[in-house]
């Protein structure tokens, strides 16, 4: 158990016992001073399926919380330990003093049929205007979630959104999306955080720089033509050839590309980048394929995604936020992180989970490994892929 005056977190690994649960339920919620919980997220495994509906009822009404939310998945984050490839339940309990949450359910059929941005404000009853953030989670297989979250874009403009893709068995395509005691297996559930409090957070791409910024020049749909009006292919080249013999070895198969979202700003530095998959090259027509539709005119940098650079870039934002929010209530955070994360990129346990609780804890934490990552770069959301993804709840 991970505790601070506002936010606790806790792992349960035993099977469903309603007695010991309640139990465990009323232990958390007594472990927190303040007079009220305002908010519960539970992740859980499927070993827990089944029993899903009465445990999330159980825990709601023993932790004394009004709203409840979160999904499944197949690994658990909990404080600053991350549980792979064991079954388990991670909850955590957030007191907000002064923050208004309302949550939203939106089905598949929403999804699908949303058609401008005020679809989305009938839908959910909530205005532009209102929200400090949005805690969302989502299910994978019954939706375009790409278009989801362009229409939430123009729904709530300016408005960061942070949380994941619930993952659930590996042989299965079955999640789970909860919300108070209720379970849905398609569709997803967003909390409008507002009032007192907002959400602010880190997205560590898992990415460091390499070579200089540039200029797009000529792009047509995903292939990217020309950079600083040569072909792209030799500015590819020249970066690689330009990095020590070391920096080579280690960038072999993880090149990326970054683009920046903002152009506006001054100078472009670590987090201005939305970074994509670099598909293929071709020395013959010059192009360079990447996951994305950059545009002429868009900055590029080329970036290496490994361990180390993952470990630097999680670190360094996460000193940039602290930085940042010195002087403001850190009330807990909720901490999404990529399946592909975890003990297989970084060869031990509880890599990005260890770093919030040094550079931010002692800190309440719940979270969850995802099939894609939800998070804001510049005044857009995206989703993201081996990204780590944290939502923290703080003083407005």
């Known amino acids: 158990m991970i505790a601070s005056t506002h936010s606790v977190a806790a792992l349960w690994n035993g099977e469903p016992s309603e007695p010991l649960m309640r139990r465990w339920a009323e232990d958390l919620r007594a ?73 939203v359910r939106f089905g598949a059929d929403q999804m699908g049929e949303a058609n401008g941005p005020a679809y989305w404000h009938r839908e959910t009853g909530v205005s532009p205007s209102t929200p400090g953030g949005w805690l969302a989670f989502a299910d994978p297989f019954n939706a375009n979630l790409e278009r989801w979250l362009k229409g939430w874009n123009e729904a709530y403009p300016k408005v960061p959104i942070y949380g994941g893709i619930a993952s659930g068995p590996i042989n299965e395509q079955r999640t789970q999306v909860y919300l108070n005691g209720e379970v849905f297996e398609d569709g997803g559930v967003a909390v409008a955080v507002s009032g007192d409090v907002k959400l602010t957070g880190v997205i560590s791409q898992g990415c460091t720089p390499i070579g200089d910024t540039w200029t797009i020049t000529r792009a047509e749909k995903n292939l990217i033509y020309q950079i600083g009006n040569r072909p792209a292919y030799q500015v590819l080249l020249e970066t690689y050839n330009s990095l020590s013999a070391e920096e080579q070895l280690m960038a072999r198969g993880n090149i990326f590309v970054g683009l920046v979202v903002n152009e506006y700003l001054e100078e472009f530095h670590r987090g201005d980048f939305l970074i994509r998959n670099l598909l293929g090259a071709d020395p013959q027509s010059g192009a360079v394929a990447v996951g994305a539709l950059p545009r002429a005119g868009q900055t590029l940098q080329f970036q290496r995604r490994d361990a180390s650079a993952a470990d630097e870039d999680m670190k360094t934002l996460l000193d940039m936020t602290r930085k940042q929010l010195s002087g403001k209530k850190l009330f807990g955070g909720c901490l999404c992180s990529c399946n592909g994360r975890g003990h297989r990129l970084f060869g031990k346990p509880s890599h990005d989970a260890g770093l919030v609780q040094e550079k931010l804890g002692p800190l309440g934490v719940a979270g969850f490994f995802c099939n894609g990552e939800i998070g804001p770069i510049g005044d857009l959301n995206f989703l993201h892929g081996y990204t780590a993804s944290l939502a923290l709840f703080v003083e407005k």
């Open 31 to 103: 472990s927190l001073s303040t007079s009220r919980v305002d908010l519960a997220l539970v992740f859980m495994t499927p070993h827990y399926f089944e029993a899903a509906p009465q445990i999330l009822e159980l825990l709601r009404v023993h932790a004394q919380t009004p709203l409840l939310t979160g999904c499944s998945t197949g690994n658990l984050i909990c404080g600053g330990d991350e549980i792979e490839d064991q079954s388990g339940i991670a909850m955590a309990l957030y007191s907000l003093p002064g923050a208004q949450l309302e949550a």
